[in-house]
């Protein structure tokens, strides 16, 4: 596309068509220092956004790592009550009480701590 300057009796106009943004800063100083603050917002803009999703990702991998260790805590458990009851179901009955109450505590935990990371951010 052809630069076009259009012929104003109000003054000279600068083809604006085609020209990049350092183009357009050498017209005047206070263009340039627009210019200079859009780009230092982006920057800023850019590293927050960067930023939480950092924190994001490290939250996730602790939900993970939590979960994780709650699901072997559980089977240790069950494994333990199985060893405890040597086969009696009545035994084993009385035990699994104590593995569904620590299941219950660890879920309320993971919960807590996934609330607590959803309101960090607020």
Do not use: Y
């Not at 100083?29 to 603050?37: E, K, N, V």
């Not at 994780?68 to 559980?74: L, N, P």
């Not at 089977?75 to 620590?102: C, N, S, V, Y």
């Amino acid at each position: 596309m052809p630069n076009l300057v259009p012929s104003s009796r109000t003054g000279d106009l600068t083809p604006t068509v085609g020209v990049g943004v350092a183009g357009l800063a050498n017209n005047d100083r206070r263009t340039s220092r627009a210019l200079q603050s859009v780009q230092r917002n982006t920057i800023v803009r850019m590293a927050s956004v960067q930023g939480h999703a950092i924190v994001q990702n490290e939250k996730l991998h602790e939900i993970d790592r939590l979960s994780r260790e709650a699901m072997s805590g559980q089977a240790m458990l069950a494994q333990w009550r199985t060893t405890l009851a040597h086969g009696d179901p009545f035994i084993e009955d009385e035990l699994k009480f104590f593995t569904d109450i620590a299941r219950i505590g660890k879920g309320e935990i993971i919960a807590d701590t996934i609330s607590d990371f959803c309101q960090e951010g607020r």
